[in-house]
């Protein structure tokens, strides 16, 4: 089946500061999410992302299907976007398979 | 718009009992999945019923089943609860394309002792 790394595993920022998260998958897909789990244990869909740029306030992301990965961009992070970022794939007619994610930890 | 309600939030079971989960979805949502996370496998996919059939199903034992009912709530049972079902249990809903966004609940933590 499809598998999905992220990277980095663990990220401390200091608040204001940028980050850039990583996805990469193993084959062509069809559908690209990314996840925010905060400490509560909610996961919050953040993009549907199987191609191209989007942009939601702060947050954006990237993916490049022929290059098999997805960025995604937190700036002037916050306390708020501590918890873990989770990217998901799928190749059609099959669930969508998570990576192991990456914990974000922003200090005030 | 009322989010995915997953009930009951938490659960204490011992080994050998069996336990029921519910999860009502986003109106207008036909299709609802079931995951398990723990902190050893991560989030691993259980089942996804669409229009109350099974649509797809994980690597799990039989001992996990599910079912979907007309108004699209859904329902997970683990029977002879085992030690390593501890875990927190997800459900989330869409509208049910395979390019449909995943909307989570807040999950059921079961805790088997």
């Known amino acids: 089946g499809i598998q999905v790394e992220q990277s980095p595993p663990d990220l401390i920022l200091q608040e204001g500061a940028n980050s850039t998260l990583r996805c990469n998958f193993s084959?062509?897909?069809?559908?690209l999410q990314w996840f925010h789990q905060n400490p509560w244990g909610q996961l919050i869909n953040l993009f549907y992302?199987?191609?191209g740029t989007k942009q939601n306030g702060r947050l954006s992301a990237t993916t490049v299907a022929t290059e098999r990965y997805s960025l995604l961009y937190i700036s002037s992070s916050q306390t708020t976007d501590s918890g873990v970022y989770f990217c998901?794939?799928?190749?059609?007619?099959?669930?969508?398979?998570f990576g192991k994610g990456t914990r974000l930890s922003v200090i005030a | 718009k009322a989010g995915v309600t997953q009930t009951p939030r938490y659960l204490i079971k011992t080994r050998g009992q069996q336990v029921t989960l519910s999860c009502s979805p986003i109106?207008?949502?036909?299709?609802v999945s079931w995951y398990q996370q723990t902190p050893g496998q991560g989030l691993q996919f259980l089942f996804e019923?669409?229009?109350?059939?099974?649509?797809n199903k994980g690597n799990f034992p039989g001992r996990f089943s599910g079912r979907q009912f007309s108004n699209s709530r859904s329902e997970m049972n683990v029977s002879t609860l085992e030690l390593g079902d501890s875990a927190l249990y997800l459900c989330?809903?869409?509208?049910?394309?395979?390019?449909?966004?995943?909307?989570f609940g807040n999950g059921t933590r079961l805790t088997v002792t």
């Open positions: 992302i199987p191609s």
């Open positions: 998901a794939v799928d190749s059609g007619n099959t669930p969508l398979v």
């Open positions: 989330a809903s869409s509208l049910g394309s395979f390019n449909s966004p995943l909307h």
């Open positions: 084959d062509s897909v069809n559908n």
């Open positions: 109106s207008g949502h036909r299709s």
């Open positions: 019923y669409f229009s109350e059939t099974q649509r």
